[in-house]
């Protein structure tokens, strides 16, 4: 075959500018692992790219293929003796636009990004996985390095990145306050929130007071969170933001504010991915999918991401596993 299926897209613009089309096949090289995919996560920085921000200025051509996250099945391996061997279920994290995307029947990653797939997962669950739980993994436990006693804070909780980011913080024993919409306070709870913020109710900054460490998964792109979390941090305290292009003026007003803030850009990684499989399988950490849509209608996915009230993670089924 010299060419596959593919959902792509040739320019910036609404989730109408993507179009179910061809693209040429991927040819692995060097120690790469050609996988068929099954299906692919949908993350905001897909949204974001498609839209002209993100990495949009990244492409170097076009059409592009859009999806950081995938499981499916081994087709080539880089040798013969290479542990993941044709017909083993993996699952890992792109980097597009660096290389073509998911949201395709074929993929060619390099092995360093690609594990096994947990077995207690089905492929659409697995899909879910990779991105969004290693942002979390990097900004709640490698970078604010989450243990017990600590208070940390984490917006959004209930969103893709922020339902691991609530079950990390709290496998490790800090003390988690999420904020959330009122449908998810419960939920948010048995994920391990020792405290939920509905935010339709209560602004935040009255409500959490002390706080050691933000996850900033929203920044100054609504209401101010960025600006108004810094003020429910103790001295010295740390904000992590992560969305990118969300809050511009975020060193200076911490700087102000006497308190650190860093940005986090996650990276495929499969030796921390292998460590969330461990967590994944045993029962300690769980992925939720809150909806599962056909390659074909990936714009629909794109429209629903945007609202910005999905629970958990959207995923794309690209073929049968």
């Known amino acids: 075959m010299s060419t596959m299926r593919a959902m792509t897209f040739s ?15 991927p040819v692995r090289a060097n120690a790469e ?30 059409p592009a293929v859009l999806g950081n996250d995938f499981s499916g099945i081994v087709v080539e391996a880089p040798y013969e003796a290479h542990a993941l061997q044709p017909g083993t279920e993996v699952y890992g994290m792109g980097m597009v636009p660096r290389m073509s995307g998911a949201y395709a029947e074929y993929l060619s990653v390099t092995e360093l990004s690609v594990v096994r797939k947990p077995s207690t997962l089905s492929h659409v669950e697995a899909a879910g996985v990779p991105l969004a ?41 800090a ?14 709870r048995e994920l391990g929130a020792a405290e939920v913020i509905d935010y339709s109710t209560e602004r935040f900054e009255e409500a959490a007071r002390e706080v050691d460490v933000v996850i900033d998964l929203i920044g100054n792109v609504q209401d101010e969170t960025g600006t108004r979390s810094l003020r429910v941090l103790r001295p010295g305290g740390l904000l992590v933001n992560a969305p990118t292009g969300s809050w511009p003026g975020m060193a200076e007003e911490a700087a102000a504010a006497g308190v ?6 996650v990276a495929p990684d499969g030796t921390r991915l292998a460590v969330i499989s461990r967590l994944l399988e045993s029962g300690d950490v ?26 958990g993670k959207l995923v794309l089924k690209v073929c049968e596993g």
């Open 11 to 25: 320019g910036a613009g609404g989730p109408e500018v993507l179009r179910m089309g061809s693209a040429p096949m």
């Open 33 to 62: 692992i050609l996988v068929k995919v099954v299906a692919a996560g949908v993350n905001p920085i897909d949204a974001k790219t498609r839209a002209g921000r993100g990495a949009y200025g990244a492409i170097a051509q076009f």
């Open 133 to 173: 739980a290693l942002t979390a993994w990097g900004m709640v436990v490698e970078t604010a390095k989450a243990h017990e006693g600590q208070r940390m804070l984490i917006h959004a909780g209930s969103g893709g990145v922020g339902h691991f980011a609530v079950q990390f913080a709290a496998y490790f024993g």
């Open 175 to 188: 003390h988690v306050i999420a904020t959330g919409s009122t449908r998810n306070g419960s939920w948010l």
């Open 260 to 265: 650190r803030a860093t940005g986090y850009r």
């Open 286 to 311: 769980r992925v939720y999918v809150d909806g599962v849509y056909d390659l074909a209608d990936a714009a629909e996915a794109h429209r629903r991401l945007e609202t910005g009230h999905t629970r």
